[in-house]
């Protein structure tokens, strides 16, 4: 970034320039690194802090950027993680159905099989906008509330989601 060497401050530097010239010696220029060392520490941890804010924000809700941000995080060598807005592209659905108090898996669309979700039809009625999907080799290697934490921070308010292994 432009505004990079803004920040970038040699304290050691600082410090034995601001000495005069005729105290300039090993022992006060000792002192003088030790009295600011804690103010480097503090610049390290700024400069830290700098850096996750600016990743931050070069990230929003869009689905490019989310996909990306999911990827950098969690899969960063084969980045399979995807965002998708329609069911075709998952693969099962998990339907839970509560007088049987288990879980049904159901093909998805283009499979061939018919499979009516709800009562109101199945053209498109779903109760998410969007999903995330990640692949099952990485069902043990990801916490999923540490997903849905990132997912919720990037999203907008109005969106709901569903996270699927596939």
């Known amino acids: 970034m ?40 503090l610049h390290t941890r700024f400069m830290l802090w700098r850096r996750d804010t600016d990743y931050r924000l070069l990230h929003n809700g869009q689905v490019c950027r989310l996909r990306g941000l999911l990827n950098d995080l969690f899969d960063p060598v084969d980045r399979r993680i995807t965002v998708t807005e329609e069911v075709s592209n998952v693969g099962d659905i998990v339907l839970h159905r509560r007088e049987v108090q288990r879980a049904v898996r159901l093909p998805a669309r283009g499979s061939g099989r018919m499979v009516v979700l709800n009562r ?23 916490d999923t509330d ?5 997912v919720d921070s990037y999203k907008l308010a109005s969106k709901r989601y569903q996270i699927n292994f596939v």
């Open 2 to 41: 432009a505004t990079s060497k803004l920040y970038d401050v040699n304290f050691k530097r600082l410090a034995l320039l601001l000495l005069p010239t005729f105290r300039r010696r090993p022992l006060l220029a000792a002192l003088a690194y030790a009295a600011v060392s804690p103010l480097q520490w």
């Open 120 to 142: 109101r039809g199945y053209g498109g009625v779903s109760g998410y906008d969007f999903w995330v999907n990640i692949p099952v080799a990485l069902l043990d290697e990801i």
């Open 146 to 150: 540490r997903v849905r934490a990132v």
